[in-house]
């Protein structure tokens, strides 16, 4: 298995505001890093890299439905590339109004907001 979920890069359905790096640290649980790249449903759009004290993991996830034109996007389970770490449950990705990113695991195991990879806190 790979480290890094290959993302198309070919013309799609995901919204331009979804593209791109995005970045979550974690209090005490290290750093999530998450690229979204174009793609059709059924096309893997994210990747999604996990890395703490105790583990380092990739997931890739594949996109569920058609957006809006502004999202939500819906993803469908993120499965593990990478590591020993347990498959993702599907997840709702939408843009905040001050340009943040939320991923939401539909299964109600919570949310994460992240931020532009360049926009380091």
Aim: charged share 25%.
């Amino acid at each position: 298995m790979s480290d890094t979920a290959t993302v198309p890069d070919s013309a799609g359905l995901v919204p331009e505001g979804f593209l791109g790096e995005w970045e979550a640290r974690v209090d005490g649980a290290g750093t999530r890093r998450l690229t979204l790249g174009q793609g059709q449903v059924g096309e893997r759009v994210l990747s999604l890299v996990v890395d703490d004290a105790h583990r380092h993991c990739a997931f890739a996830a594949e996109l569920a439905q058609p957006p809006d034109v502004d999202g939500p996007l819906r993803l469908g389970a993120a499965d593990v590339t990478s590591g020993t770490c347990t498959p993702g449950a599907p997840s709702l990705l939408t843009l905040l109004p001050d340009g943040r990113l939320k991923r939401e695991d539909t299964g109600g195991a919570g949310s994460l907001i992240y931020r532009r990879s360049a926009e380091r806190p």
